[in-house]
T-cell receptor, first 109, second 115 residues
Framework: QQPVQSPQAVILREGEDAVINCSSS?????VHWYRQKHGEAPVFLMI?????EQKGHEKISASFNEKKQQSSLYLTASQLSYSGTYFC??????????FGAGTRLTVKP | GAVVSQHPSRVICKSGTSVKIECRSL??????MFWYRQFPKQSLMLMAT?????????EQGVEKDKFLINHASLTLSTLTVTSAHPEDSSFYIC???????????FGSGTQLSVL
């Protein structure tokens, strides 16, 4: 029931781009994206509610393909502050949010 | 934005004792709160869904008698780890929202260490 995230880890140089994918075997009502820094609580990035919806937040955006039950998070021109572990959370009919295993992103100068 | 307060942030206890963790929504009413457990460098694993005024819904494999959840009001849910053992040591984090299909607001988490 947990969504599957890929890749598990990615290392970038400042200014480079990255894509994190999230897929589910169940029909989805929403997809959430959060970023967590070591020892801290997850921080909300965005939520996608409709199939085909794309949202942007500065240089971080995401898409949601409802038919394929997939979502992707796009990080462009990465900054050092983008480092952390990114989790996608998927919500189905039960209205319970379950998280993927996470993608550890490291941005180096 | 909405704030969820979680206490304590860190607790160290002896094996066999019980530990209570509180989760409060400070500026909204949360009919549903969620309790997650996270091991180092791993994902947030849902333990249970806490419903105000009714019994919690536990995920498969989570012991109800071990992890007691009480959601006595629209702003407070508690998780009690009973007769804690070293394998219960983990990061416990609560979250809440005021309605479905909206973002979750997370507490700051509780690092439990059982000696």
């Amino acid at each position: 029931q947990q969504p599957v995230q890929s890749p598990q880890a990615v290392i970038l140089r400042e200014g480079e781009d990255a894509v994190i994918n999230c897929s589910s075997s169940k029909a989805l009502y929403s997809v959430h994206w959060y970023r967590q820094k070591h020892g801290e609580a997850p921080v909300f990035l965005m939520i996608l509610l409709k199939g085909g919806e794309q949202k942007g937040h500065e240089k971080i955006s995401a898409s949601f393909n409802e038919k394929k039950q997939q979502s992707s998070l796009y990080l462009t021109a990465s900054q050092l502050s983008y480092s952390g572990t990114y989790f996608c959370g998927t919500e189905s009919l039960s209205s319970v949010l379950r998280f993927g295993a996470g993608t550890r992103l490291t941005v180096k100068p | 934005g909405a704030v969820v307060s979680q206490h304590p942030s860190r607790v160290i206890c002896k094996s066999g004792t019980s530990v209570k963790i509180e989760c409060r929504s400070l500026d909204f009413q949360a009919t549903t709160m969620f309790w997650y457990r996270q091991f180092p460098k791993q994902s947030l694993m849902l333990m249970a869904t806490s419903n105000e005024g009714s019994k919690a819904t536990y995920e498969q494999g989570v012991e109800k008698d071990k992890f007691l959840i009480n959601h006595a009001s629209l702003t407070l849910s508690t998780l009690t780890v009973t007769s804690a053992h070293p394998e219960d040591s983990s990061f416990y984090i609560c979250s809440a929202r005021d309605r479905v299909l909206t973002e979750l607001f997370f507490g700051s988490g509780t690092q439990l260490s059982v000696l």
